[in-house]
């Protein structure tokens, strides 16, 4: 049984930072590329961050380029999102995710992903 668990989200002031995790299990980890997605309430979820298999390709979304940065570890099966410089934009739940497709391309779509995990939320108070 496939489990993506997230933790590290909480209620932080805008210009601050916290570092998401995520945490995979019952998959051959480096073999999937993963991606991070938040939703907004009222709002369609959206591609925020997503990384290869191997790591070495990174992809970020617009509007946190310079501030997020996505990271992995195939070793401890673990997904990283430090997020630095946030603001009350960035509040969302936060999930991530896993593909099987070897296209970078595919990375910014939540279509193409296979397994989700459950969210984590992040507030950023102005």
């Known amino acids: 049984q496939v489990q993506l668990v997230e933790s590290g989200g909480g209620l932080v002031q805008a210009g601050g930072s916290l570092r998401l995790s995520c945490a995979a299990s019952g998959l051959t980890f480096s073999t999937y590329a993963m991606g991070w997605f938040r939703q907004a309430p009222g709002n369609e979820r959206e591609f925020v961050s997503g990384i290869n298999r191997s790591g070495r390709n990174t992809y970020n979304t617009d509007s946190v380029k310079g501030r997020f940065t996505i990271s992995r570890d195939n070793a401890k099966n673990m997904l990283y999102l430090q997020m630095n410089s946030l603001k009350p934009a960035d509040t969302a739940v936060y999930y991530c995710?896993?593909?099987?497709?070897?296209?970078?391309?595919?990375?910014?779509?939540?279509?193409?992903?296979?397994?989700w995990g459950q969210g984590t939320q992040v507030t950023v108070s102005s």
């Open positions: 995710a896993a593909t099987v497709s070897a296209l970078d391309t595919d990375l910014t779509n939540h279509m193409t992903y296979n397994y």
